[in-house]
C-alpha cells in the first residue's frame, strides 16, 4: 500500500478550515449550523454542520479539481488501479450518465443490455444515443435475469460494427457476474469501448475469490456505488476510468454536465474516507463480510422450503462467477411471494431487506454486519418458514413461462429520447400493434423489459403481455399499470 493511502486530504482540508474559525460570509444559508432549524440542527450537531462547507480556496473545485479534491480523486484512482477517477454526489446515476455522455452522442449507437437499470436508459435518453439490445441469460428457478454470455455480446458487436460501446451490468444486483474478460476481448477487437455498470462492485477489489472488477478485466470506464456496499454516504459513487479510448478531457465535461455546483462536501469527505477504509483494512473487512455471507447462506439452506443460491449455479448460462455477499433467498417454497415474506420479517421480527421480487429476497452482508445480525437473520428467516407459509400458487406463473413462446424483440423505430420527446396519446393496448411505444414495459419475474419508449410494438409482444398479466404477473413501467392503455407516439 502506498504511504499516502492512510491520508484524507479532502476532510483534513475541511476539518482544518473549521479549526481555523474563519467568519463565514458565504453559503451555505444556515452559517455551519448557527441559523439552521434546531428540530434538524440538534440531531446533526454542530460539529457535522461545520463541516458543510462551500466551493472556496482551499476547499478545492469537484469541477476543476487542483488541491485536496484532486488528491483524494488520485488515491482513489491510485487504489483502484485507474488512471482517472471521478467523485460523484448524485450516485452511480449521475455516473452512469456522464459514462454514456461521454462515449454516445446523439444518433450514435450503443450496446446495452436489455434488463439495464433505468440510469442507462435515462443516460440513453439524454444523450440522444440509439441502444441495441442484448438479452440476459435468465434462470427461471429463480425468476432473475443474471449476466449477458460473452457469445451475445458477441453477436450483438458483430451485427452493429457502428455502435461505439458496449455497456454491461457487472455483476448483478444478486451478485452474478458475467466473464467479463472475454466480454473486454469481444468489445476491443471490434474497435469499441467496454462500459461497465459496477453499482454492486466496489468492493470486488478487496475480496479473495470474488468476480473480477472491472478495471481488472480491462474495462474502459465504470461507475460504482461507494454507497452501496462499502463505506460512503448515500449519494456517492465513483467513476474509474483508463485512457485510450475515453477521452478524458470529453468525459470531465460530462461530468460537470450531470453534477451540481455547489457539490455537499460531507458527502464528497465521505468518499475520500471509504476509499481510505479500504486502502488500509479493505482486505480484511471483505473477508470478513464474505466469510459472514457463506455462514448464513449454508444456514438458510438447512430451512427447510428456502433456497439461497450460490456457487452451485457457477456455469449456467450467464453465471461465471458469484459475490456471496449478496444473500438471495427463494422463499416461493414456502408459498410466499417476496413481497410478502419483506412485509412479514419487517412487521413481525424488524428486519428489512434490501429488495424483494416475486419468488424472493435480497438481503447484503457488507463490512457493517457481525455474527449478531446474521445469526438474527438465520433465526427469523426459520421462524418465518415455519410459522408463514402462504398460500402463493406459483403454479400458474411458472406454466406461463414454460408454454408461451418469447416474443420477437420489438424493432427499435425511433430513438428513446425521441419518443419520449415527441407528441404522445394512449391508446387501447389491445389496439396498439403497429403504434410506436412511449413507455417502458417490464414484467416481473424476470424483470426484462418487453416494451421500450421507440419500440414498433407487435400484435405478438400484446399477446405475450395479455398471457403474462392474466397469470398474475406483476407490471412494471406503464403509466396505465393495469395495461388496459399505452402510452405511444401519436
Ligand atoms: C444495476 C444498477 N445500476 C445503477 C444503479 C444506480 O445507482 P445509484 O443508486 O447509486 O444512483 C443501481 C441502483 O440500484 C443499480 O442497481
Not at 427461471?140 to 457502428?162: D, I, N, S
Not at 466473464?179 to 469501448?193: C, E, F, N, T
Not at 454536465?257 to 474516507?273: C, E, F, R
Not at 396519446?425 to 414495459?441: H, Q, T, Y
Amino acid at each position: 500500500m502506498h504511504s499516502r493511502q492512510t491520508d484524507t486530504p479532502l476532510l483534513k482540508a475541511m476539518q482544518k478550515y473549521v479549526n481555523d474559525r474563519v467568519m463565514p460570509f458565504h453559503t451555505p444559508g444556515h452559517k455551519m449550523g448557527k441559523g439552521m432549524h434546531p428540530v434538524l440542527g440538534t440531531v446533526l450537531g454542530r460539529d457535522t454542520l461545520a463541516l458543510d462547507l462551500a466551493l472556496m480556496e482551499e476547499m478545492d473545485d469537484l469541477h476543476e479539481p487542483h488541491g485536496c479534491i484532486k488528491e483524494a480523486q488520485d488515491l482513489a484512482a491510485q487504489l483502484y488501479g485507474a488512471d482517472h477517477s471521478f467523485f460523484v454526489v448524485n450516485g452511480t446515476t449521475g455516473g452512469i450518465y456522464a459514462m454514456i455522455l461521454a462515449v454516445a452522442g446523439p444518433g450514435d449507437t450503443i450496446i446495452v443490455p436489455r434488463n439495464a437499470h433505468r440510469s442507462i436508459i435515462g443516460g440513453i435518453i439524454l444523450s440522444g444515443a440509439i441502444p441495441v439490445f442484448m438479452q440476459p441469460e435468465v434462470d427461471h428457478e429463480l425468476g432473475l435475469a443474471m449476466g449477458v454470455t460473452p457469445e451475445t455480446v458477441a453477436a450483438a458487436v458483430r451485427l452493429h460494427p457502428e455502435a461505439k460501446g458496449v455497456l454491461v451490468i457487472n455483476p448483478t444486483y444478486y451478485g452474478v457476474a458475467t466473464d467479463l474478460k472475454r466480454i473486454v476481448d469481444i468489445v476491443h477487437q471490434a474497435g469499441m469501448v467496454v462500459m461497465v455498470d459496477e453499482a454492486h462492485g466496489p468492493h470486488l477489489k478487496f475480496g479473495k475469490g470474488l468476480p473480477v472488477q472491472a478495471l481488472d478485466a480491462g474495462a474502459d470506464i465504470c461507475a460504482q456505488s461507494t454507497h452501496k456496499i462499502i463505506g460512503a454516504m448515500t449519494q456517492c459513487s465513483m467513476v474509474h476510468c483508463r485512457e485510450g479510448r475515453i477521452r478524458v478531457p470529453h468525459l470531465k465535461s460530462m461530468m460537470q454536465l450531470v453534477q451540481s455546483t455547489s457539490p455537499n462536501y460531507i458527502l464528497l469527505a465521505s468518499l475520500d474516507v471509504a476509499r481510505m477504509q479500504m486502502a488500509t483494512q479493505g482486505y480484511e473487512l471483505i473477508d470478513r463480510a464474505v466469510h459472514l455471507a457463506e455462514w448464513t447462506r449454508q444456514e438458510i439452506n438447512t430451512i427447510p422450503g428456502l433456497y439461497c443460491f450460490g456457487a452451485e449455479k457457477i456455469g449456467n448460462p450467464g453465471v461465471y462467477s458469484i459475490d456471496p455477499t449478496k444473500v438471495t433467498v427463494t422463499v416461493k417454497g414456502i408459498g410466499l411471494k417476496g413481497a410478502e415474506a419483506e412485509r412479514i420479517l419487517r412487521h413481525k421480527y424488524n428486519i428489512q431487506v434490501e429488495l424483494s421480487d416475486m419468488y424472493n429476497i435480497l438481503f447484503l452482508i457488507t463490512l457493517g454486519d457481525h455474527e449478531e445480525e446474521a445469526r438474527a437473520l438465520v433465526k427469523a428467516l426459520s421462524d418465518m418458514a415455519a410459522h408463514y407459509s402462504g398460500q402463493s400458487n406459483f403454479a400458474v406463473m411458472d406454466d406461463v413461462y414454460s408454454s408461451t413462446s418469447y416474443p420477437e424483440p420489438p424493432e427499435g423505430v425511433l430513438s428513446p429520447r425521441e419518443a419520449l420527446f415527441g407528441n404522445t396519446c394512449m391508446v387501447p393496448f389491445s389496439e396498439s400493434a403497429g403504434f410506436i411505444c412511449a413507455e417502458i414495459v417490464t414484467f416481473y419475474p424476470p424483470g426484462i423489459p418487453l416494451l421500450c419508449p421507440g419500440e414498433r410494438i407487435t400484435q405478438e409482444i400484446i399477446d405475450y403481455c395479455t398471457q403474462l398479466q392474466a397469470a398474475g404477473l406483476h407490471i412494471s413501467g406503464p403509466e396505465d399499470y393495469t395495461l388496459k392503455t399505452i402510452k405511444v407516439v401519436d
